[in-house]
């Protein structure tokens, strides 16, 4: 756009320029400008036009999801969202995709309704704002909620008639679900325990804050080639899984006499840059081997996705990750692409001179626990697979209130924290829990028990992937002690919305065909060995096409076999699955079905 306006003619004319494409849309008339325009793109949508264009120029073909964005931005019809619920409709699928921006998803025909996913900067939100929520998934929606593995939660069962007034309740809240879907970027994860825990090196807090604002306030940051995930770790007591993340930022302690170029890096604590993460695609984020400032840390991030905005595919969904430029381009020609995007080098640092990270302890998102504030604890709330009911959401606000300092923290276990729990209010507080069904204790096997909706709420699931945790646990429980701490993941589909690929256990629902008539049921395949942070590691596929009814038994022969084929007591199961071929694997767990 010309020098010779105003900043403020400037947004006049692109506010004007983008009420025109909308009225188009409406009339079923082509964009001006923008792919196979004849302006040049302008506005907030520039960068996503002009891609769009290259592809098209490259000779490739825009998806339809492409498409649906040139035709009619979904920030531009939010007045036709609201019409079309007024009638009881729900959305063809070019409107299933335009309504994921506003953080609902048609469910159908698993549930004819939409889910409603959130956004919770570091899973942290306080009790008013929770009971709030808690109000809103009884009057719009089924009566409870989840849970979920981005530290977030989904309200489910809303009618068509009912989607505005959420949408408008959780603003009245202070809480979004503003690109809680489609091709945004999804809801930022942050360490649990920030700014409570005795082991952090830094509190993740105001960064995972600072980028959900950014992001809210950019528009020209929605709409990518595809769904888009950041993470920041402090290193604390809790994995944050970050390396299953885009973007993972990992707190590291820099050492003295560190040196970049010749010339000195100051010690002390840094971020640490990994790229790539996707589970479900086979592949977990990579050392980049930068260092960030942890000021610097929203800056690092607006370059890294206009760089993915700029040259991520826009012609094939399947393709469309970032993982997919750095399997192209290699790291080095993306981090270069980023340093002309930020005008300045980036910091490489040798591992030689980070000090080794603190250990993980894989049960602190359950019981009581000591935090780094003198008589003060926080409680880790055991939920069965991350399913809470509104009379609990509301005793847990209550607790968080009473007991605790007023936060309640969710975690990608599944779960939830209640903090600032002083020494002489626990007892309180766990009897409160009790009261509403809920503890926090639970089993060794429970605790690392993850599962996404599956088929009774999402139409991609191919099991019942809740139910059949809960029916694992229960099979397991009475049988096997476990005395390490194992993660089961049960996913629905290729998604791999609870990352069945890092699990020590991981099932991936399939439809297991029976008979000879091309008739299935419900089941899985089964992967074992996966692992995060210094685990890192994709799961092997160890059994294939098993009914879901069987999947109990199954997992309990592979836990038999762990236990009695250890190479030492305290070998852990990961160790125990990667020491061994698959085809031996197989015999063991035969050998101990049998011996069952």
């Known amino acids: 756009m010309s020098d010779d306006f105003t900043p403020d003619q400037k947004r006049y004319l692109e506010g004007f320029t983008s009420g025109m494409q909308s009225a ?106 929770f009971e709030g929520v808690a109000d809103l998934a009884e009057r719009c929606g089924g ?63 105001p960064h995972a804050r600072a980028w959900h604002h950014h992001i809210l306030n950019d528009r020209s940051l929605y709409g990518l080639p595809r769904k888009f995930n950041v993470a920041f770790d402090g ?141 003060l604890n926080w409680i880790g709330v055991a939920l069965p697979v991350g399913k809470l009911t509104v009379p609990q959401m509301r005793v847990i606000a209550a607790i968080a209130r009473q007991c605790g300092d007023g936060d309640i923290r969710l975690t990608v276990w599944q779960n939830l924290l209640i903090s600032g729990v002083p020494d002489a ?26 599962a996404c909706t599956g088929a009774t709420g999402c139409k991609f699931a191919g099991a019942h992937t809740k139910e059949d945790a809960l029916a694992i646990a229960a099979h397991c429980e009475p049988r096997i002690a476990l005395d390490q701490a194992v993660n089961i993941h049960l996913t629905g589909c290729h998604n791999s919305c609870a990352q069945h690929y890092i699990g020590d256990i991981g099932l991936i629902g399939q439809k297991v065909p029976v008979g000879d008539e091309g008739d299935t049921v419900p089941g899985y395949n089964i992967l074992v060995g996966g692992g995060y942070g210094v685990e890192g590691g994709i799961g092997r596929e160890l059994l294939t096409h098993v009914k879901a009814e069987e999947a109990p038994a199954l997992v309990e022969a592979i836990l038999r076999s762990w236990q009695s084929h250890r190479a030492a007591p305290d070998e852990s199961f990961v160790a125990f699955a990667r020491r061994h071929e698959i085809a031996a694997l197989r015999a063991l767990v035969t050998e101990a079905g049998e011996a069952a």
């Open 24 to 129: 188009r849309a409406a009339r079923g008339l082509a964009p001006l400008g923008g792919a196979g325009g004849g302006t040049p793109p302008a506005g907030p949508d520039r960068e996503h036009l002009e891609a769009q264009e290259r592809a098209v120029a490259a000779g490739g073909k825009l998806v339809p999801q492409e498409k649906w964005k040139q035709a009619e931005h979904p920030f531009d019809a939010y007045a036709r969202f609201k019409a079309q619920a007024a009638t009881g409709a729900f959305p063809k699928p070019e409107d299933d995709f335009r309504w994921r921006y506003h953080g609902l998803f048609y469910v159908a025909p698993a549930q004819n309704s939409y889910m409603c996913r959130l956004r919770i900067p570091n899973g942290i939100l306080n009790a008013w704002q």
């Open 143 to 205: 009566g409870y909620s989840h849970v979920t593995t981005r530290a977030n939660l989904q309200i489910r069962e809303i009618s068509a008639e009912n989607a505005p007034s959420l949408l408008e309740g959780l603003a009245d809240l202070g809480l979004t679900a503003k690109g809680s879907g489609a091709d945004n970027i999804r809801n930022v994860t942050g360490s649990a325990t920030a700014g409570i825990d005795p082991l952090e090196l830094l509190d993740t807090r």
């Open 235 to 375: 290193a604390g007591s809790i994995a944050t899984l970050e390396d299953t993340n885009d973007i993972g930022f990992q707190a590291i302690d820099v050492l003295e006499g560190a040196s970049c170029d010749g010339q000195p890096v100051e010690p002390g604590i840094w971020y640490r840059l990994a790229l790539g993460g996707i589970t479900g695609h086979k592949d977990l984020a990579r050392d980049t081997g930068v260092i960030v400032a942890p000021s610097d840390a929203i800056a690092v991030a607006d370059a890294i996705v206009r760089v993915f905005i700029a040259h991520g595919d826009r012609t094939d969904r399947n393709k469309a990750r970032l993982k997919y430029v750095l399997d192209a381009w290699g790291f080095e020609r993306f981090l270069a692409a980023v340093e002309e995007k930020l005008g300045r080098r980036l910091l490489r640092l040798d591992g030689a001179f980070v000090a080794p990270r603190p250990v993980y302890d894989r049960l602190a998102h359950i019981g009581v626990h000591a935090q780094a504030q003198a008589g």
């Open 425 to 450: 209010k626990i007892e309180d507080a766990l009897a409160n829990l009790q009261a509403a069904g809920l503890s926090a204790e639970t089993s060794i096997l429970r605790a690392g028990l993850i």
